[in-house]
């Protein structure tokens, strides 16, 4: 299990301001984005993601860097807000 699904599972689980904390101290690795989206779902991961402050280009350049065929359905799901 890689740093970033142990904070997404934490802000699941209800502790968010822990997730919050731990997240500032995550060293962005965008793979680590794609296989929290396999495993949590993309909407779930966006939303949680967002909700702990990543920017949207960092969610974007995951999926093109790593997952080109999922990268249009990240891209509808940031702007059209429906995370």
Not at 29 to 36: A, H, T, Y
Not at 46 to 55: H, P, S, T
Not at 60 to 77: G, L, M, S, T, V
């Amino acid at each position: 299990m890689n740093r970033l699904s142990e904070i997404i599972e934490t802000y699941i689980n209800g502790n968010k301001t822990t997730a919050k904390n731990e997240f500032k101290f995550w060293r962005i690795d965008l793979i680590q984005i794609v296989q929290c989206s396999d495993l949590f779902g993309m909407r779930e991961t966006i939303k949680i993601l967002k909700a702990i402050g990543l920017n949207d280009m960092y969610i974007i350049n995951a999926f093109h860097d790593h997952d080109r065929q999922n990268i249009d359905e990240a891209k509808e799901i940031l702007l059209n807000n429906f995370y």
